[in-house]
């Protein structure tokens, strides 16, 4: 029997449950994915819930906001994709070390290629709207991938500190601030935009983080982390000006499958884990 499970707050929406009942069925594997909510002040019961999994009662476990860098403090090893992303999504005991793994940054790289497949890039450049967690996950697959990276935040000192983590790429890193006005300049030789930030997330359906007076990047692909609704106004627009566009439905399915691939061994095709109708 395989225990499974997901911790943060809120969890009452997460798909991952789904996702990951569909994972264990298509490996024809007993077992369960169950979620456990946790406070972000609340210490003890994250104490007692890692030591379920250190005591082998639970196989695995997922970490969402707000947990995703504070767990890494009970962590007796990270792998080196969690550490220079400094934040966690997947624990596991792996050679009796309770150990941390970031599946985002491989997960949405996997989905940006789908994305990509037609395209035929002759440079590299990103824009990133947003700092926060997913944003640094984003950053590094970009940045390992050999992308230059601008990030956008409301708050100059967040976009600052994204960039001063990972100083081995500073050459290849700017921040531009958040309004229509700077990122007009920039723009034209842009090949893709990502939004890292909740705006267009369900219940606020019609705000897009792109300022309403500009016009998108003439060349761009555009990738919305947030996929509650299936089509974000960001990217309805996006695609109403030609552009490709797709929504983080696909990166939530990708970091699902490789987290299950560390718990369990088996890998399950993705068109499996679409739990989602349209998807
Ligand atoms: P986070 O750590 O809270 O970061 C959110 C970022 O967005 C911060 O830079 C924040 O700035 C900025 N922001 C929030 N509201 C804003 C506004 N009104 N105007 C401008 N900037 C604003 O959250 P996260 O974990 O990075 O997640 C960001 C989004 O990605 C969420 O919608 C999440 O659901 C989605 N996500 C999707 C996947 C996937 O698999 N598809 C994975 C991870 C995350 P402040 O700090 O100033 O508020």
Known sequence: ????????????????????QAALEYCNLKGSYSIFPLA?????????????????????????????????????????????????NTIFMH?????????????????????????????????????????????????NDG??????????????????QFPQYNARMNRVDFNASALQEITADLSLVV?????????????SPWPENLSLPPHAAVYDLVYNPQETLFVRNARSAGLPAANGLGMLIEQAALAFEIWTGCSVPREKLAVVEGV
């Not at 029997?1 to 990951?20: E, K, V």
């Not at 476990?61 to 400094?86: F, S, Y």
Request: charged share 20%; aromatic share 4%; proline share 6%.
């Open 195 to 207: 939004n890292a930030t909740p705006l267009g997330m369900s219940p606020d359906i019609e705000r």
């Open 147 to 164: 992308w230059s990276v601008v990030i956008a935040a409301r708050r100059p000192g967040q976009a600052g500190a994204l960039i001063a």
């Open 1 to 20: 029997m395989i225990a499974l499970g997901l911790t943060g707050f809120p969890l009452a929406h997460s798909l991952s449950p789904r996702i990951h």
């Open 95 to 143: 050679a009796g070390k309770l150990t941390g793994e970031n599946t985002d940054a491989p997960g949405f790289m996997a989905d940006l290629r789908s994305l990509l497949v037609q395209r035929v890039l002759d440079h590299k450049d990103a824009l990133i709207l947003g700092a926060g967690g997913a944003a640094r996950a984003v950053t590094y697959a970009l940045l």
């Open 40 to 88: 972000p002040d609340d210490k003890r019961g994250m104490e007692n819930l890692l030591k379920r999994v250190r005591q082998g009662e639970i196989t695995g476990l997922n970490v969402t906001i707000p947990h995703k860098q504070a767990v890494m403090a009970w962590l007796d090893e990270l792998t080196p994709t969690a550490r220079a992303i400094g934040a966690v």
